[in-house]
């Protein structure tokens, strides 16, 4: 048993809403295949993922992005997707986060392996199903994430360093 709930060992997100470019997802009670202590990703595998002031069209998204973060402690766990924000029309920057209309994707982070959910139930909130997708200002609930598979996309074959010039050190 976890005396203490930690603050997030590998989900680490760096952008936090703003007053409202956010979607909240809420984890209940209901999941059993969540322990107390898991760390919970919300991702968008095609989202914003530059922080840039004059980025190019095609870097605009494509990977995946972390945009919400939270550990479980066995009750309701609402957690705040962030949601991408341009700023460049203005003069200003763009901001990373989820693209309203890609796919919410839920990991799990336990004992050191990361799990991709399956089958993820969502619903709104008068209880219907609904589509697992991102769009700003909805709040979702999910009740079941079906089984928890290894991702195995993300554990790397081989690693290659390179030099990099000039050294900076």
């Known amino acids: 048993i976890i005396d203490e709930i930690h603050p997030p060992d ?41 922080y840039n002031e004059n980025p190019a069209y095609e870097s605009i998204q494509g990977d995946a992005v972390l945009v919400g973060a939270g550990i479980w402690q066995g009750n309701d766990l609402a957690i705040n997707a962030v949601q991408a924000i341009d700023n460049t029309l203005d003069g200003g920057s763009l901001v990373p986060g989820f693209l309203d209309g890609n796919n919410i994707e839920i990991r799990v982070f336990r004992d050191n392996t990361i799990f991709d959910a399956v089958d993820i139930n969502f619903y709104d909130t008068v209880g219907n199903t609904a589509d697992g997708i991102f769009s700003e200002g909805d709040t979702l609930y999910v009740d079941d994430l079906g089984e928890l598979g290894i991702n195995s996309a993300i554990i790397p074959e081989h690693i290659k360093l390179f030099p990099c010039y000039p050294n900076p050190f």
């Open 10 to 50: 590998y989900f680490n997100q760096i952008f936090y809403p703003y007053e409202d470019n956010f979607q909240t997802i809420v984890f209940t009670p209901d999941i059993e295949t969540l322990q107390v202590g898991d760390e919970i990703g919300i991702f968008d595998n095609f989202g914003v993922s530059v």
